[in-house]
């Protein structure tokens, strides 16, 4: 059952939660014995085509090209209000292509990321997005392609965040939304 207990903080209050349910280790283990539905491994299971695709491409070479759209949210035309020079974007292009190949310690994904466009909105109110909540406003005005199309947008998201996405296997039930939102000081 889990107890709440409150305490003095320099003036505020701290409240602490404690579930004294099973120990660490026994959730764990209940993991372990009773795993939850692995979703990609579930997606995978639906589009098994797809999932061939890509490994064979891991295997043989032939990268499948994610055409990738950047969108700049920037509140003036400063860097520090978000106006990020377009080598930071190529730069990241490039640094997406080498993790994603393996050259940088990981595995070879056969996936190749191709800058289809970049897009620059003036927009204060959408430069902190995670502040105002503009999540949604933003991507369904600025959204480019289908689901085979990769969307980072660029903003102050605020909260110390350097960024978000929704799953893959997420992406048609989250429409719009679908795309990932990046700290602009983070490429």
Known sequence: VPTAHA???GGGVCIERHDHGPSPEGRLRDLVEKPEVDRLQAWIARHPKLAARAAAAATSGDAITIQTWVHVIRKDFTVEGGNIPARWINAQISVLNRSFSGATGGAETGFRFELAGVTRTTNPKWFTVFATGTDKAMKSALKVGGLDTLNIY?????????????????AAKVGALDGVVVHYQSL
């Open 7 to 9: 305490a003095k903080l």
């Open 154 to 170: 660029t903003a102050n998201l605020g909260h110390n965040l350097l960024g978000w996405a929704y799953l893959a296997q997420d």
